[in-house]
């Protein structure tokens, strides 16, 4: 018998009950076994597999160039780190796009091969079909509007999104949408805070925000950007809870000074 199994773990049933209960859902990224070891144990209740793996693990620009396999890597790791936590994996661009059965051999090999919870896709009523086919097949999915960086060259640029009433009002289209095919919980990235709160009041599914203010059922954020590890990325919604970049500096530079001056390792680190 594992030693966790008393844990009780988040299932997408409890993201439902905490928002029905008014209890905020906390989620950060994660995209290794060591980090999400640290991320669960801290009492997290979702862990996503981002694809800003395409940017803070493998330094791309943009989160188009990474793909399923390497989603699944990443995916494979985190799990084997956690207990409690739901793992989310992002469909990485180019897997869900083309058509709905291409979608769900897509996510079939996200859930067969990482062992990851849900898979969570970018957009609105335009991947309706394939949100639709996915969740036949029993794989819970996670929905993603307002900024969606796998169309950030549609976009052309990081801002804010939906602040005009057109954009505003597709947005809500869109939620409404996703709810009703049946995703479990939708994720909004970086729009106005009232628009957010307003949407997260009209729905029952549970609101997870970046970027979008304090009104909806929970925040996400990138765990390298809110360690501070990632020194140039410091948009206005982001909390660094650390500055890991500088004292990471400092460690590596103490450690080339002890070797280059022979006081590491000394007797009682040596056999
Ligand atoms: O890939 C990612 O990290 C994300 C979050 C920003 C929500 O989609």
Same mark, same amino acid.
């Given at each position: 018998?594992s030693?966790?199994?008393?844990?009780?773990?988040v299932?997408t049933?409890?993201?439902?009950?905490?928002?029905?209960?008014g209890?905020k859902?906390t989620m950060?990224?994660g995209?290794d076994?060591?980090?999400?070891?640290?991320i669960?144990?801290?009492?997290?209740?979702?862990?996503?597999v981002g694809?800003?793996a395409s940017?803070v693990?493998?330094?791309?620009?943009?989160?188009l160039?990474?793909t399923?396999?390497?989603?699944?890597?990443?995916a494979?790791?985190? +799990?084997?780190g +956690?207990?409690r936590a739901?793992?989310?994996v992002?469909?990485?661009?180019?897997s869900?796009q083309?058509?709905?059965k291409?979608a769900?051999?897509s996510?079939i090999?996200?859930m067969?091969?990482s062992g990851?919870?849900?898979?969570?896709?970018?957009g609105g009523q335009?991947?309706l079909?394939?949100v639709?086919?996915?969740?036949?097949?029993?794989i819970?999915?996670?929905g993603h509007?307002g900024?969606?960086?796998?169309?950030?060259y549609?976009?052309g640029t990081?801002?804010?999104r939906?602040?005009?009433?057109?954009e505003?009002?597709? @947005?809500i289209e869109?939620v409404?949408?996703?709810?009703a095919?049946?995703c479990?919980?939708?994720?909004?990235?970086?729009i106005?805070?009232?628009?957010a709160?307003?949407?997260a009041?009209?729905?029952t +599914?549970p609101?997870?925000?970046i970027?979008?203010g304090?009104?909806?059922d929970?925040?996400? @954020?990138v765990?390298?950007?809110?360690l501070g590890?990632?020194?140039?990325?410091n948009?206005?919604?982001?909390r660094k809870?650390?500055n890991?970049f500088q004292?990471?500096?400092s460690?590596f530079h103490?450690y080339i000074?002890?070797v280059?001056s022979?006081?590491?390792?000394?007797?009682?680190e040596?056999?």
């Amino acid at each position: 018998m594992s030693v966790h199994s008393n844990v009780k773990k988040v299932t997408t049933h409890v993201l439902q009950e905490m928002k029905n209960a008014g209890e905020k859902i906390t989620m950060l990224t994660g995209y290794d076994y060591t980090m999400a070891r640290i991320i669960d144990t801290a009492g997290i209740d979702v862990i996503l597999v981002g694809d800003s793996a395409s940017n803070v693990m493998a330094g791309h620009e943009t989160t188009l160039p990474i793909t399923l396999d390497q989603m699944i890597y990443h995916a494979s790791s985190v +799990v084997r780190g +956690v207990n409690r936590a739901l793992v989310v994996v992002d469909m990485p661009f180019g897997s869900y796009q083309g058509n709905s059965k291409e979608a769900l051999s897509s996510a079939i090999r996200i859930m067969k091969e990482s062992g990851g919870h849900a898979v969570k896709l970018e957009g609105g009523q335009e991947i309706l079909e394939s949100v639709s086919r996915i969740l036949t097949a029993g794989i819970p999915v996670m929905g993603h509007l307002g900024l969606t960086p796998q169309s950030i060259y549609k976009f052309g640029t990081y801002v804010v999104r939906a602040r005009e009433e057109d954009e505003a009002d597709r @947005l809500i289209e869109d939620v409404k949408a996703l709810e009703a095919a049946g995703c479990f919980a939708i994720v909004l990235e970086k729009i106005p805070a009232d628009l957010a709160a307003r949407v997260a009041k009209e729905v029952t +599914v549970p609101i997870i925000g970046i970027g979008a203010g304090g009104g909806v059922d929970g925040q996400v @954020l990138v765990v390298h950007d809110m360690l501070g590890i990632n020194n140039e990325f410091n948009p206005r919604f982001l909390r660094k809870y650390h500055n890991l970049f500088q004292e990471m500096l400092s460690s590596f530079h103490l450690y080339i000074e002890d070797v280059r001056s022979g006081d590491f390792p000394n007797e009682g680190e040596s056999y």
